[in-house]
């Protein structure tokens, strides 16, 4: 594949046109992006301080990001990585710059860590769902069995997107085996996840027939986490009083009635062993 600039790979990417139109005229003098760069390559939070020190910097690193993407191009190519992966993956960038536009309605990115992970070579994109290498921070401990810290596993992540058909979600699960084994020479034993799709609420919240619910039983639950991503991601914003929330679809409405009556909706924790798991080879 030709080599190609950064906004063509925006273009490519279907990043917003406001997005596109801006980074056409937005000029990175090479001894900031040099600067910059160092920082990103010493720390994540490094590169956000000084970051957000320059002017734009919504847009700016946005403007960055594509332009370091080409570094993972160019990796992707010497490692023999599917193309479709690649743009698959960098999609993300997409993603989040919608949803800076949408809130803002300027052009720029959000989410600066979790594109960042692309970058590096630590998240992929297989199929339906996101994939990223860890070592358990902390034993998982299910009933009498035990899984220690250290164990490494596959962390999973659900973009937003296309139906989370049972379908999709088979084959990218055994898509990841096969990737992983190909260019990490790594067996793992566990997907593991940790996402408001596996809320235990859900099951008063879904009915059977649902993809989300679907999802959600394929894993065994360990624990949960109080933490509000359900809210932020039904709704599109957290609110003080759940009384404000809109109720534009069924989990909408059915959601924002389990909150006023009190509950929450937590994040849960779940694990797939790898060996219940079919590989699908891309």
Same mark, same amino acid.
């Given at each position: 594949?030709?080599?190609? /600039?950064?906004?063509? @790979?925006? !273009? *490519?990417?279907?990043?917003?046109?406001?997005?596109?139109?801006?980074? *056409?005229?937005?000029?990175?003098?090479?001894?900031?992006?040099?600067?910059?760069? #160092?920082?990103?390559?010493?720390?994540?939070?490094?590169?956000?301080?000084?970051?957000?020190?320059? +002017?734009? #910097?919504?847009?700016?690193?946005?403007?960055?990001?594509?332009?370091?993407?080409?570094?993972?191009? $160019?990796?992707?190519?010497?490692?023999?990585?599917?193309?479709?992966?690649?743009?698959?993956?960098?999609?993300? @960038?997409?993603?989040?710059?919608?949803? $800076?536009?949408?809130?803002?309605?300027?052009?720029?990115?959000?989410?600066?860590?979790?594109?960042?992970?692309?970058?590096?070579?630590?998240?992929?994109?297989?199929?339906?769902?996101? $994939? !990223?290498?860890?070592?358990?921070?902390?034993?998982?401990?299910?009933?009498?069995?035990? $899984? +220690?810290?250290?164990?490494?596993?596959?962390?999973?992540?659900?973009?937003?997107?296309? +139906?989370?058909? +049972?379908?999709?979600?088979?084959? /990218?699960?055994?898509?990841?085996? /096969?990737?992983?084994?190909?260019?990490? &020479?790594?067996?793992?034993?566990?997907?593991?996840?940790?996402?408001?799709?596996?809320?235990?609420? @859900?099951?008063?919240?879904?009915?059977?027939?649902?993809?989300?619910?679907?999802?959600?039983? &394929?894993?065994?639950?360990?624990?949960?986490?109080?933490?509000?991503?359900?809210?932020?991601?039904?709704?599109? *914003?957290?609110?003080?009083?759940?009384?404000?929330?809109?109720?534009?679809?069924?989990?909408?409405? /059915?959601?924002?009635?389990?909150?006023?009556?009190?509950?929450?909706?937590?994040?849960?924790?779940?694990?797939? &062993?790898?060996?219940?798991?079919?590989?699908?080879?891309?």
């Amino acid at each position: 594949m030709s080599k190609m /600039s950064p906004l063509q @790979l925006g !273009q *490519k990417l279907n990043l917003p046109a406001v997005s596109i139109e801006a980074l *056409k005229n937005f000029k990175v003098s090479e001894e900031t992006a040099a600067r910059l760069k #160092a920082a990103f390559q010493s720390s994540q939070e490094e590169f956000e301080a000084e970051a957000r020190k320059e +002017p734009e #910097a919504d847009l700016l690193v946005l403007a960055l990001y594509l332009r370091w993407s080409m570094d993972a191009h $160019f990796l992707y190519a010497i490692r023999g990585m599917s193309w479709d992966i690649f743009f698959d993956t960098f999609r993300d @960038l997409t993603i989040w710059a919608n949803a $800076f536009t949408e809130e803002t309605g300027r052009p720029g990115l959000k989410e600066w860590g979790w594109c960042g992970r692309a970058i590096r070579m630590q998240l992929f994109r297989l199929g339906r769902l996101q $994939f !990223q290498e860890e070592s358990l921070a902390s034993d998982i401990v299910l009933g009498d069995e035990t $899984f +220690p810290a250290g164990t490494k596993v596959l962390q999973v992540h659900i973009p937003a997107g296309e +139906p989370l058909t +049972p379908e999709a979600v088979e084959e /990218s699960l055994g898509r990841a085996q /096969s990737f992983f084994r190909t260019y990490y &020479r790594q067996k793992y034993e566990l997907f593991c996840c940790r996402s408001w799709l596996l809320s235990p609420a @859900l099951e008063e919240l879904l009915g059977e027939d649902s993809n989300i619910l679907q999802f959600k039983k &394929r894993f065994e639950l360990y624990g949960t986490l109080p933490e509000r991503q359900a809210e932020e991601r039904v709704f599109g *914003k957290l609110q003080a009083d759940p009384a404000c929330y809109p109720e534009d679809t069924s989990l909408q409405r /059915s959601m924002k009635q389990y909150l006023m009556a009190g509950k929450q909706v937590d994040m849960g924790c779940g694990i797939i &062993r790898c060996r219940n798991v079919e590989e699908v080879y891309s």
